[in-house]
C-alpha cells in the first residue's frame, strides 16, 4: 500500500501565505516526480507545480513567482510554499507521485485525499 498525506490548508486572506506538505509512506521504492494539482468547483483539476527526484520544477503560469515546489528525496516529501495568495487559489489541493513499488514495477500516478485552501477577498 501507498499512501500520500497532505496538511496545511486553511482559510486566510488575499495576500497571505500558507504552506502545504505531502508525505508520502508505504511500500515504495522509488518516487520519480512529486507535485501538487488543484481543483476549484466547477473547474478540472489543473498542474500547479511538480519537481523531478533530481529538482527540476514546473509551475503553472498563474502561479509562477508566487509559489515555490520543494522536495526531500531522503524524507518522500514535498512541500509547496504560496505566497501573494488570490482569491483565484481557492481550491481542494491534491498531492501526487509518480513512484515505483518495486524494481520490477512501473511507475503510476497516486494522489492524496486533498487539502482544502480557501482565500478570502
Known amino acids: 500500500q501507498v499512501q500520500l498525506v497532505e496538511s496545511g490548508g486553511d482559510l486566510v486572506q488575499a495576500g497571505g501565505s500558507l504552506r502545504l506538505s505531502c508525505t508520502a509512506s508505504g511500500n515504495i521504492f522509488r518516487i520519480n516526480s512529486m507535485g501538487w494539482y488543484r481543483q476549484a468547483p466547477g473547474k478540472q483539476r489543473e498542474l500547479v507545480a511538480v519537481?523531478?527526484?533530481?529538482?527540476?520544477?514546473n509551475y503553472a503560469d498563474s502561479v509562477k513567482g508566487r509559489f515555490t515546489i520543494s522536495r526531500d528525496n531522503a524524507k518522500n516529501t514535498v512541500d509547496l510554499q504560496m505566497n501573494s495568495l488570490k482569491p483565484e487559489d481557492t481550491a481542494v489541493y491534491y498531492c501526487?507521485?509518480?513512484?515505483?513499488?518495486?524494481?520490477?514495477?512501473?511507475?503510476?500516478?497516486?494522489w492524496g485525499q486533498g487539502t482544502q485552501v480557501t482565500i478570502s477577498s
Open positions: 519537481i523531478t527526484s533530481g529538482g527540476t520544477t
Open positions: 501526487n507521485a509518480v513512484l515505483s513499488r518495486d524494481r520490477f514495477s512501473g511507475y503510476y500516478n497516486y
